[in-house]
């Protein structure tokens, strides 16, 4: 029991080492590499918009447009 409680003890001061180690990395800002990739995220949305812009309006032409008129042929098949 007494060699758990100490393998337990150690443990626990070793990992809040870690913690207070990891305190001092305020105030580093985002990197240039973090930037990289905010401006590619912002590229695959640019570029996924246009398509997206284009087939709203193929929606919107197709629900609200006029309907064409197919009532140019007879029964007979002559126009």
């Known amino acids: 029991m007494k060699n758990t409680f100490r393998i337990v003890t150690l443990a626990a001061i ?23 990739f905010i401006g590619f995220m912002a590229l ?3 570029c996924q918009f246009v398509p997206a812009l284009f087939m709203l309006g193929s929606m919107v032409v197709g629900i609200f447009g006029k309907a064409k008129s197919h009532e140019s042929v007879t029964s007979t098949g002559k126009p």
Not at 14 to 36: D, K, Q, R, T, V
Request: zero cysteines; charged letters at 5%.
């Open 14 to 36: 070793l990992h809040a080492n870690s913690a207070f180690a990891a305190s001092g990395a305020e105030g580093g800002g985002i990197g240039l590499i973090g930037w990289i």
């Open 44 to 46: 695959i949305v640019a």
